[in-house]
């Protein structure tokens, strides 16, 4: 089976299915149960293991905090295991206070963003949506950060929940290299109804990292998958987040044959209510 399908950000070659790291780091958007679990649970060997299975299949792109040092060692053993080389989209949030460290702290963050091998590095929702201003259609400041990204040799691109976010930035031609927005058939935490998303999405000028596909957890793979596959363009990714090698085989066999328009060739679910169903 060959590498799996492809994009470019600035560029940069980069897998169109990109790996989420929500469930490594323990963020679930279900419950403090949840997130206690995962943290407890998600060791950087297991990470690595996870990792691991991407890698093998040619995914080689990661999102999320990739600086965090639990993460750094599993993305270390998984390359060493498979000999490939992960890319890194960094989401760090960046101090826009008005304090007058702010500058420098900011600095700091985008000087460990890059010491970390960050690839692109995408300032957060936390920060993003807080500048936007739509009044004026502007995102206020992110002018500079992107020239520091770029000063440090990464990849400007911006994480926001606010599908206007790209409209602005587009608009106002910054040196916006890639967006991440949350798109998914249930319309989970998305700020307008799907079509409209939708619209934004396919009208982008730069490809859009579309996350959350499978509203975390609340639809099942294929619901989701085959919905964010059937409904981007080419250019753009699907981030996907996974807490056993097993899930990770699952999402990529579903979204390789909603991509080549196929049956998945997985084992489904096996209950006593299938029974009469089941050859």
Known sequence: MGEFPRTEIDGLSVSRLVIGTNWFLGYSHTSFAKDSFLRE???????ADILEVFLNEGIDTAIGLMSEQHMLDAIKDAEDRTGRRLIKIG???LDYSDSPQADSNT???LDQQAAAGIAVCMPHQSTTDVLLDRHTREIRRMDTYCAMIRER?????LSTHMPETILYADDAGLDVQ???QIYNAAGFMMQLEIDWVHRIITGAKKPVLTIKPMAAGRLIPLVGLAFSWATIRDQDMVAVGTITPDEAREVIEISRAQLE???SELELQRTRSKA???Q
């Open 41 to 47: 649970i998600m060791s950087s060997r297991r990470i």
């Open 91 to 93: 989401t760090p949030s």
């Open 107 to 109: 600095a700091r963050i």
């Open 153 to 157: 040799g990464m990849i400007p691109g």
């Open 178 to 180: 890639t967006y991440v």
């Open 261 to 263: 328009r196929r049956t």
């Open 276 to 278: 009469a169903v089941t």
